[in-house]
């Protein structure tokens, strides 16, 4: 079982990497900036290059995946759409793209943040109501 991961390399991300790799769970880490990945994250995990918000650069990226876990968030920095942008369209981007017949279904959202209720009821629908607010949660 393969497991994908967005925001490998954020503080969040990167413990997850490590924690998988450690169990010798097979991982699939979604990066910007290649460079940067290569210095945090452990050599067993695989290295994709893509962004969130480029749905396109997502489905390539899961490929043969089968675990979709998302630790993305926006950094502080003067652009105030940022947590919008990455927060809201990101996630919203990475769930349509972890609808495939071959994934197996682990969309988790692994953030500090509080999930807003229109984002709650928005990933309800693509799931088809299959979620609970608790499952979002936990």
């Known amino acids: 079982m393969k497991v994908f991961i967005a925001g490998a390399t954020g503080q969040t991300g990167r413990r997850i990497v490590q924690e998988l790799v450690r169990r010798d769970i097979p ?4 990066v910007r900036n290649l460079e940067t990945a290569r210095e945090i994250l452990p050599p067993e995990a695989e ?12 489905y390539t990226a899961i490929g043969d995946s089968k675990v979709v876990l998302c ?14 942008k990455v927060d809201y369209l990101g996630t919203k981007n990475l769930a349509h793209c972890s609808i495939h017949p071959t994934l197996t279904l682990s969309f ?12 709650y009821q928005h990933l309800s629908s693509i799931f088809s109501g ?5 499952s979002l949660m936990s």
Not at 47 to 58: A, C, E, K, R, Y
Not at 71 to 84: E, K, L, V
């Open 47 to 58: 290295l994709v290059i893509g962004d969130v918000l480029n749905p396109s650069s997502l």
């Open 108 to 119: 988790s959202v692994w953030d500090e943040c509080v999930i807003s209720l229109q984002f």
């Open 27 to 30: 991982v699939k880490a979604l």
């Open 130 to 134: 299959k979620l609970s607010m608790k």
């Open 71 to 84: 630790a993305t968030g926006a950094r502080p920095n003067f652009d105030f759409t940022g947590p919008y």
